[in-house]
């Protein structure tokens, strides 16, 4: 557009007007591609074993079973469970037989299957004095660990099948295998920093091996290479800090897209509610439903939003808005 203009005529400005004209294009902006994400944020290393937990539910596999996935944030020691259903009943009783032999944690990520959102779950938790959080919809990146761990045991879970094997076997191999080799992370085997000492599997030990609690090395390992990965990701994603304000009019995107023909955004906009860190409530401008999203899945209607702010302030008799 800048350059059919500048072939035939000009003004003051030019430039910046035909900018904010594009910016302004509601179809332009509902067909747009994503904003760049939020730098990562990385979470702090618990102080001890089974302080914050991680849980997630696989499946259907093809016998119809699920897996239900639980990790321990400290030491990345994890336990399966295989579940023929998967309602908040079900997956409370799976909890209790852990947690009969390992005792109760302190905190449970999960996402926001109905399961993890029932009031059940959550009298459970409550009862329990078990703090739940729920992750962003539709941002499984915020349990990323418990992701991370559910690609692992479906890789194994798919060379059992081309191998023709009993895959509840092939699992509890897997575990055993897992929980007894040290993490790329930590340097440390799962079980040595969960229970305090290291698994006996079919390999020779030359001695019993005892952990120290006070492994200063180990937490300064976890702290180095979480870093590192945090600085390759941001810098191969080109994350950005965003800076979307209480206020803003934004759009959410289309998740469920029915054909190629489907928007990236939603045309209906909506009003961010609160912003933290890049975790954003939004009130439909319509029907006035509150959404929790990321603020990855959210564009801003440009041009829009501060107009509307300053005619309600020039109702109320206060100064102007700053245009920035």
Request: charged share 35%; proline share 5%; aromatic share 8%.
């Amino acid at each position: 557009m800048k350059t059919r203009l500048r072939t035939k005529v000009w003004w003051p400005k030019c430039d910046k007007d035909a900018e904010n004209f594009c910016k302004a294009c509601k179809g332009c902006v509902l067909v747009s591609a994503p904003n760049p994400p939020n730098p990562l944020k990385r979470r702090e290393l618990p102080s001890d074993s089974w302080v914050d937990t991680a849980i997630d539910l696989m499946g259907p596999l093809p016998s119809n079973d699920y897996i239900l996935v639980i990790v321990d944030y400290y030491s990345r020691y994890k336990e399966v469970k295989i579940c023929r259903t998967i309602t908040s009943l079900e997956i409370i009783s799976q909890l209790k037989d852990v947690f009969s032999r390992l005792g109760n944690p302190v905190s449970i990520t999960a996402d926001n299957g109905r399961q993890f959102t029932s009031e059940e779950f959550k009298l459970f938790c409550l009862e329990r004095n078990i703090k739940l959080y729920n992750t962003i919809p539709y941002w499984p990146q915020q349990n990323g660990e418990v992701e991370r761990q559910n690609r692992d045991i479906l890789k194994r879970l798919k060379i059992c099948q081309v191998e023709k094997k009993n895959w509840k076997e092939a699992l509890r191999e897997y575990m055993v295998m897992y929980n007894s080799t040290p993490h790329t992370v930590t340097g440390k085997t799962p079980s040595e920093l969960f229970f305090r000492r290291q698994f006996r599997d079919k390999l020779p030990m030359l001695q019993d091996m005892t952990y120290n609690s006070e492994d200063l090395e180990m937490k300064d390992r976890d702290k180095e290479q979480k870093e590192k990965g945090k600085e390759y990701a941001d810098r191969k994603r080109r994350a950005v800090n965003g800076d979307l304000d209480i206020g803003e009019k934004v759009y959410l995107r289309n998740i469920s897209k029915s054909n190629k023909l489907s928007l990236n955004y939603e045309p209906t906009s909506h009003t961010v509610e609160s912003n933290k860190n890049g975790d954003v409530e939004v009130r439909n401008d319509t029907t006035g439903q509150v959404v929790r999203r990321n603020i990855l899945h959210l564009k801003r209607v440009e041009g829009q939003w501060k107009a509307v702010e300053t005619s309600d302030t020039d109702k109320m008799g206060s100064t102007e808005i700053d245009s920035e």
